[in-house]
């Protein structure tokens, strides 16, 4: 039992480290000549332009939820002026980033990892070898680079679309003008709120990138891995963003106290 308990931990952190030297190989590739600034782009375009509807439609819905939630809590101690800032605080701070990362791991970390998983067990990267291209700077770090570029954008879009669902909640419930809602809910949100918790997503984003691309290029077993790579991907990059969220969070903390 021991040995296997044993066997199942060294497996999984010679993985995290396979990993890990796959994300460092990649930002080590992304500043070396030549640049694909082309392919970038249009991965910047799929990762990121393609997501924002599921992104806001999500944001939305969640600050519709999250403004019927803090109301029923704070009613109970006559605050109901504090929602539009409760809310705010608590989409910018933490529930914006850490949903729009699991929803782009979910999207994109599927994707990333069923494309190039397909391209792997066809053969198609070893053509593209074949024909002198780095495939690795084509397919892995542009992919890798859109991520890290799109999910700050993502992430400040979900948070806007989540305080206009709260908006929306409100006023249909109390009645309150817009511009007191707004007024409101940025009263207390500064940049020390708003900047370190998206740049926090540029990780999230290089694990989306990472993992998916690794699982894609290390497939195997023809089409069963294809499917493997996919589902994979979207486990293990939710599952690194959550545990990792956890690190970042407290770093925050630790460089942008909380005020009393």
Known sequence: MLDRLGGVVLGLLAWVGDVALFGGRALYTSVVPPYE?????????????????????????????????????????????????????????????????LLVAG??????????????????IDALEAVAVDSFKFLAVTRILACIIAMPLLTTAMDFAG???????????????????????FSLIEFSDFVPATLKTVVFGFIIGTVASYLGFTTSRGTEGVGRASTSSVVCASVCIILVNVVLVKLIFLVFPVRA
């Open 107 to 124: 999207r994109v970390g599927a994707g990333i990892g069923a494309e190039l998983g397909a391209m792997k067990v066809t053969e198609q």
């Open 163 to 185: 305080i206009l669902g709260g908006y929306v909640a409100e006023s249909s419930i109390s009645g309150m003008s817009a511009q007191l809602y707004f007024h409101r809910a």
């Open 37 to 101: 600034v082309k392919e970038t782009w249009r991965q910047v375009f799929e990762i990121g332009w393609r997501s924002l509807p599921l992104i806001a439609l999500s944001g939305f819905a969640i600050g519709v939820v999250l403004s019927m939630h803090t109301r029923a809590s704070l009613e109970r101690f006559g605050a109901e002026s504090m929602i539009p800032a409760g809310l705010a605080i608590a989409l910018v701070r933490e529930t914006g980033p850490l949903t729009a990362g």
